[in-house]
């Protein structure tokens, strides 16, 4: 109890000591982390819908090349029974310029329908020859796009492999790491990173931040989300830097990046969100479930950049 009565005094003096012009500064930076936080929403929410919107076309491209090839195989067909009448048309013709003279009107007719076979035949085989252009086109672009769409999947469960393999020493019940939406999710626990209501990484979270920086470190295309969870409970004391969950998961979420540049990830890379106990996971009407939403998870997303230049080039 007198540590208590202590460390009360000494937070209300620490308290009473910061000047007006820190707490203004430190108001700028929570609203620049809202802005930033909110740009960042935007982004995601652009890039989901540019991918949603190239799986729609691949599956438009696929229908498309289907329907051209069947009009091929018909135009195909077109062209061959031209050219069947083609041959009986200049072997009637021949016939006739075998006879004496006979039939000169019906030979003129003859003619006639042979040129406009012929004329006939010329463009059936110039559609032909420009369908089965487009076509390769076509097929070319969505293998293109297939092929990119494969690579990001490899790259993004190579990732996986790469920090599974180097987070092996911590337990699964301190952390998880899963691929969803095309992103890789590392999410830690709160008993491996905080004490209750602390900013402050504990030396094993610090470990884990560090195995996880090296792991990604060289990774130049990559974009780096950490975001801070917390139950529903409200923090047992508020200062001017801190009021309620929401403030205690942004700082958090600042603390990680502090370590992950520290240890090496571009700074230009990472962004800290607070997403408080907006977004659980589970239920906090239990003691478990409260444990589970108490977590912090970084999402790691590779760039999209190449998809979108080839998209705009094609």
Same mark, same amino acid.
């Given at each position: ?6 460390? &009360?005094?000494?937070?209300?003096? &620490? ?12 108001l ?14 935007d982004s ?22 289907i ?24 072997q ?15 030979l ?9 076979? *012929? ?11 420009q ?27 190579a ?20 691929? *969803?939406?095309?992103k890789?999710?590392v ?16 030396? *094993? ?14 990774q ?12 529903d ?13 929401w ?11 502090? &370590? ?8 230009d ?24 939403n ?21």
């Open positions: 109890m007198r540590k208590l009565i202590v460390f &009360i005094c000494l937070f209300v003096l &620490i308290v009473s000591c910061v000047t007006q012009k820190k707490y203004d500064e430190l700028a930076s929570k609203i620049n982390l809202e802005t930033d936080l909110a740009n960042s929403r995601l929410a652009t890039a989901l819908a540019t991918i949603d919107r190239l799986n729609d076309e691949i599956a438009a491209l696929k229908k498309d090349t329907q051209l090839r069947n009009k091929i195989r018909n135009l195909t067909g077109d062209l061959s029974s031209l050219s069947q009448d083609h041959a009986q048309l200049q009637l013709y021949d016939n006739l310029l075998g006879n004496s003279g006979k039939m000169t009107r019906d003129a007719e003859q003619q006639e329908r042979l040129l406009a076979t *012929k004329e006939e035949l010329e463009r059936a085989r110039q559609q032909n020859e369908l089965s252009a487009d076509l390769a086109v076509r097929e070319q672009k969505v293998k293109e796009l297939e092929q990119i769409l494969e690579n990001k999947d490899k790259a993004v469960q990732l996986k492999k790469r920090i599974n393999e180097a987070l092996l020493n911590f337990k699964e019940s301190d952390l998880t790491v899963s691929v *969803k939406n095309g890789v999710y999410s830690l626990a709160e008993q491996l990173l905080f004490k209750s209501g602390s900013t402050s990484v504990d030396p *094993k979270g610090v470990s884990a931040l560090q195995q996880l920086a090296k792991a990604i470190k060289d130049e295309d990559l974009n780096i989300m950490v975001e801070g969870h917390t139950d409970v409200p923090i047992s004391r508020t200062s001017q830097y801190m009021n309620d969950n403030d205690l998961s942004v700082l958090r979420a600042t603390s990680i990046i502090r &370590i992950l540049t520290k240890a090496g990830v571009s700074s890379q990472v962004m800290a969100a607070g997403r408080g106990e907006f977004m659980p996971v589970d239920s906090n009407d239990t003691k478990e479930g409260r444990q589970k108490r977590r912090t998870e970084i999402i790691i997303t590779p760039n999209l950049d190449e998809l979108f230049q080839i998209l705009e080039t094609n």
